[in-house]
């Protein structure tokens, strides 16, 4: 069984920081892409970065030069820092991986969520 579970969200004035943890752990043997996703109120669950193994990572647009992702490897951890927060980055935020259970056996796996509100 496989669990991913989130840190680190909370309430923040706009343009402070704020930085995510999710950590896998489980049955795993390695993890092939780890994600950040967010979901506002009364819309619809959206991509905000990811990091795969050998690759660069990639934001979305409206997130570039303020959030960061990495990942340690050692820890099945992924991390998003987040600084000069915005009120629109207000959503619960879902950490996403994709992972080999067993050479072959792929899957894909999300956390619960924590709550994220940019708010004065």
């Known amino acids: 069984q496989v669990q991913l579970v989130e840190s680190g969200g909370g309430l923040v004035q706009p343009g402070g920081s704020l930085r995510l943890s999710c950590a896998a752990s489980g049955s795993i043997l390695s993890i092939y892409t780890m994600a950040w996703y967010r979901q506002a109120p009364g819309k619809q669950r959206e991509w905000v970065a990811s990091?795969?193994?050998?690759?660069?990572?990639n934001y979305q647009d409206s997130v570039k030069g303020r959030f960061t992702i990495s990942r340690d490897n050692d820890k099945n951890t992924v991390y998003l820092q987040m600084n000069s927060l915005k009120p629109e980055d207000t959503a619960v935020y879902y950490c996403y991986a994709d992972l080999f259970l067993s050479p072959g056996l792929k899957y894909d796996f999300w956390g619960q969520g924590t709550q994220v509100t940019v708010s004065s």
């Open positions: 990091t795969t193994s050998g690759r660069n990572p």
